[in-house]
């Protein structure tokens, strides 16, 4: 099929390449090397075994009546099936006798890091008759798949360096070690066909899933996966080039006939009849057709079921800015979809203060209208779609026009829901410029399949206990919420405004008090009121999530608060903990999408900067008696889910709190914290800033 492709790759135009790659239809169904069929003696085994790499093997449509009576899957090195060999596991990975098989398609590996390299056969085997009721012979000099090693990146400028590529699976590239000055114009991850890289080829996403220029690299490992029906059988080429200077910074070339192991990915095709469509991520592809004054539009996004997709104009005609932006959210609620006209003016969920709304807020809320026609709205494959139209301009003031001519400056997220639906912080967005011009003639579609594989499970940061009984005074700042191995994973609570607090430098720890004794919070959150995304004081209440000023009357009787507000004469709430803004934040190199690469939360601290304004910290004096429970929880009094747990006991047993809480996680307590209970905090974050 590749060879297909290089003879008449000089001939075909940038359109017909891509539906070319689409053809390459075969090469999905690659599953590894094939072995053979079993011979079948007895009880109706049959199917076809596949060498999937070193130790494992794919047996499709595999048939056995179960009625053999002490039966497994057996392997070994003599000249035939007997009883000197061993036993396989099954698909579970367990050693039972063999139940009933109809042609079913399963996986089993070679036990204790045997190869298939160092046995003769497969059969099934009954150890009570000893005799196989199938076997499939090994053929002689069969080479089962495995990783090939591949040389390092050729770069003529030396603008690109690498260690060796690696062709892990039939879609999937390492690049070892990659360094990227990150100073091209538009330089992608691009792919192709021909002896070499050249402008015809195939942009794809890069080790995040997302599709806009690539920024710095230095020294730092990627995966690549291939997009859509893409494999390294149907490309001849990989390289990092520029589709604005039309040159090649850096490339290697795919050698023909690869033995490697067939990807685990799924393909989840979708298709619709729009005339545009851009895939602006990995997860996410928008289709869209311009048709008089109005625009209708469809999104398809793989996210799971208690996640949304957002899309619409940016706040800035030149740049990816969310704030001033306006957008729609969509959701799916079971089977019901939903279509949510917001406007965007802080990195907050939508908060009141000082009688105004401020933040991600519901176009009603702001004197707007809902302005989104909804057409279709389904979950399919994993795949939220919807259908929707809107007025390229429409009266409402905080809507911004979708241009009919020209380039628009679009933004887009993927996030989590909270538990009443409203969109948290995004975790996947637009933080690189893609601009799309929708009325563009002619009409094009660059869009590709879906795919999907089992993501790794991230290891949390946390949790950090704090639990010196001599401690009696914590410094409260406010910093990222550290993403997906972040606050989320620390408490079980979606973060909604991106932010956190971080007692000590650290990310919302576990405290434990002393009953009857007086603490000190000194509060560096924000003092201004007309900043809702940056007015933080700290208020100690019985519930988890704060936000004591946006909640109602009648919900206010329900949470008792122990510290941090106070009433006025006519009984009306306030905070009393409101200091100058000190915030952890990420440098001018720094990337909020990415702080799931980092492995432990001090590196991760590590890579902020501290920034302090003018004035002085807030001072929160408390002293938790009998009366309060024995968990409450510091947090926001604007924002929800930015604080965690204080644990009041009658007695602080520092030794037995460590052992309790890593008993109960794989990692110890990070060394670090042992450290900076010794230092005071100032000198503390000097020696943090400087390693």
Avoid at 108 to 132: A, F, G, H, Q
Avoid at 434 to 457: D, G, I, S, V, W
Avoid at 576 to 602: P, V, Y
Avoid at 660 to 667: D, E, K, L, M, Y
Wanted: charge should be negative.
């Amino acid at each position: 099929m590749k060879m297909k492709y290089k003879s008449i790759s000089i001939f075909i135009t940038g359109a017909i390449l891509v539906a070319g790659f689409s053809e390459v239809s075969a090469q999905d169904n690659y599953v590894g090397k094939r072995i053979g069929e079993f011979n079948s003696y007895h009880h109706q085994v049959g199917g076809e075994v596949y060498a999937v790499d070193q130790s494992t093997f794919l047996i499709k449509k595999f048939m056995y009546d179960g009625n053999g009576g002490d039966t497994f899957f057996w392997a070994g090195a003599r000249p035939r099936p007997g009883p000197q060999g061993f036993i396989v596991p099954n698909e579970l990975g367990r050693t039972n006798v063999l139940d009933l098989y109809l042609n079913k398609d399963i996986t089993i590996k070679l036990p204790d890091n045997k190869k298939i390299t160092e046995i003769k056969w497969l059969s099934v085997y009954d150890l009570s008759r000893l005799e196989p009721f199938g076997d499939v012979y090994i053929p002689e000099g069969f080479e089962p798949p495995q990783t090939i090693i591949l040389n390092k990146l050729s770069s003529k400028t030396g603008e690109v360096r690498s260690g060796a590529v690696t062709i892990a699976d039939s879609k999937t590239i390492i690049i070892d070690k990659l360094s990227y000055d990150g100073t091209g114009d538009e330089v992608y991850f691009w792919v192709g066909v021909g002896p070499q890289p050249h402008s015809k080829g195939i942009r794809i996403p890069d080790e995040h899933g997302y599709m806009t220029p690539l920024q710095k690299y230095n020294r730092k490992t990627i995966t690549l996966e291939l997009p859509g029906d893409l494999t390294v059988f149907t490309i001849d080429w990989l390289s990092l080039y520029d589709t604005k200077q039309l040159r090649v910074l850096g490339s290697i070339i795919i050698p023909e006939d690869l033995n490697v192991p067939p990807s685990l990915v799924e393909i989840i095709p979708h298709e619709n009849s729009m005339p545009n469509c851009v895939q602006l991520h990995k997860e996410l592809q928008i289709s869209w057709e311009v048709f008089g004054d109005q625009i209708t539009i469809e999104l398809a996004a793989q996210v799971e079921e208690d996640e949304y997709v957002s899309f619409g104009m940016s706040g800035d005609p030149h740049k990816p800015k969310m704030v001033g932006g306006d957008v729609v959210v969509a959701y799916m609620d079971g089977y019901l979809g939903y279509l949510i006209d917001y406007n965007i003016s802080s990195y907050m969920p939508c908060t009141e203060l000082l009688g105004n709304h401020k933040g991600v807020c519901n176009d009603d809320k702001v004197g707007g209208y809902q302005d989104y026609q909804p057409f279709s709205s389904k979950r399919e494959n994993g795949i939220n779609i919807f259908t929707l139209r809107r007025r390229l301009t429409t009266p409402d003031s905080g809507d911004i026009a979708y241009p009919s001519e020209g380039e628009a400056m679009i933004i887009w997220g993927l996030g989590k829901l909270d538990v009443i639906k409203r969109p948290t912080m995004h975790h996947t967005w637009s933080k690189v410029k893609q601009p799309l011009e929708f009325a563009r003639k002619p009409t094009e579609r660059k869009c590709f399949a879906f795919t999907r594989n089992e993501k790794p499970k991230l290891r949390r940061w946390g949790p950090f206990p704090m639990a010196d009984p001599a401690m009696r005074e914590f410094k409260a700042r406010l910093g990222p919420d550290g993403g997906q191995r972040g606050y989320s994973a620390m408490t079980g609570q979606q973060s909604e405004t991106g932010l956190a607090w971080y007692i000590n430098g650290y990310l919302v720890p576990d405290i434990y008090l002393k009953r009857n004794t007086k603490y000190k919070f000194l509060v560096e959150g924000g003092s201004s009121p007309y900043d809702p995304q940056n007015y933080h004081p700290l208020i100690i209440t019985d519930e988890p999530h704060g936000a004591y000023s946006q909640l109602s009357e009648e919900q206010r009787k329900d949470v008792n608060v122990l510290a941090g507000v106070g009433y006025s004469v006519r009984g009306d709430a306030r905070p009393t903990a409101a200091g100058r803004l000190c915030l952890w934040e990420h440098t001018s190199d720094g990337d909020r999408r990415k702080d799931i690469e980092f492995q432990t939360f001090e590196r991760f601290r590590n890579s902020l900067m501290l920034n302090c304004g003018e004035g002085d910290p807030a001072v929160l004096e408390f002293t938790p008696n009998k009366s309060w429970p024995d968990v409450v929880y510091y947090n926001s009094w604007t924002g929800p889910n930015m604080g965690w747990r204080l644990h009041i006991l009658d007695e602080v047993n520092t030794e037995r709190i460590l052992a309790s809480v890593n008993s109960g996680q794989a990692s110890a307590v990070p060394f670090l914290y042992h450290f900076s209970l010794i230092l005071s905090f100032s000198v503390w974050a000097v020696v943090m800033l400087q390693v």
